[in-house]
């Protein structure tokens, strides 16, 4: 148990599905991260949102649409997507870079995402 | 890119002390060097980071050569249940982490 949860852990949709991933944590936490895993790749950021406000966007299709109402909670919303944006996506937070300390994330358990 | 190579992957006898090695030639004095590992298809799991000096916590310990050009992560005794991908990453404070490929270890029985 890291203090990081994402639901739901395993999600299969069609390519005119819209779905929403969601992550939370319970740490206390300032900074909020999304990352894509494919098939024998390594992590790739996405989205990092900091106090809220989105910092980076890794030039990411806009069929992923991210949102962050507060600082515990982060949403990964889903529309269009295609058969290559199948892969575990991963959620993490951390104090953030403005806390004064090391920047050590927590991750969550990943949502494995199928689309047909 | 990731600032760091790693062996693509390595094998180590069970109960047998664990040694990655990572590259890191072009760090700067302000970056910090982390280690997290993950277990297949879960999330990566934080082991320990340092800065100048040689760091040891309950999982591993983290040996930095004095030129901060290299590192060394070992697992004293290291278990089936360590086997994973570990990744070396190296990043100052308040940017973000980029991931390389790290190196697969398989802890053989």
């Known amino acids: 148990e890291t203090g990081v949860t994402q639901t739901p852990r395993h999600l299969v949709m069609g390519m005119t599905n819209k779905k929403s991933l969601k992550c939370e944590q319970h740490?206390?936490?300032?900074?909020m991260y999304w990352y894509k895993q494919s098939a024998k790749k390594p992590l790739e950021l996405m989205f990092v949102?900091?106090?809220?406000?989105?910092?980076e966007n890794n030039s990411v299709p806009s069929r992923f649409s991210p949102e962050c109402p507060n600082s515990s909670h982060l949403f990964l919303h889903l529309h269009t997507l295609q058969p290559e944006d199948s892969a575990l996506y991963l959620c993490?937070?951390?104090?953030?870079?403005?806390?004064?300390?090391?920047?050590?994330?927590?991750f969550g358990p990943g949502t494995r995402l199928t689309v047909l | 890119d990731a600032k760091t190579t790693q062996p693509t992957s390595m094998d180590c006898a069970e109960g047998r002390a664990a040694n990655l090695p990572c590259n890191h030639s072009?760090?700067?004095?302000?970056?910090?060097v982390y280690w997290y590992r993950q277990i297949h298809s879960q999330g990566p799991q934080y082991i320990i980071h340092?800065?100048?000096n040689n760091e040891t916590n309950e999982m591993a310990s983290l040996i930095i050569t004095e030129d901060r050009k290299s590192s060394t992560l070992i697992l004293p005794h290291a278990t089936l249940r360590d086997t994973a991908v570990y990744y070396c990453?190296?990043?100052?404070?308040?940017?973000?982490?980029?991931f390389g490929p790290g190196t697969r270890l398989s802890v053989l029985p």
């Open positions: 072009t760090i700067s004095g302000n970056e910090y």
């Open positions: 340092g800065l100048k």
């Open positions: 993490a937070s951390s104090q953030g870079p403005d806390s004064g300390r090391y920047n050590e994330q927590f």
């Open positions: 949102y900091n106090f809220k406000e989105q910092t």
């Open positions: 740490l206390g936490h300032n900074a």
């Open positions: 990453i190296v990043e100052d404070y308040g940017q973000n982490f980029v």
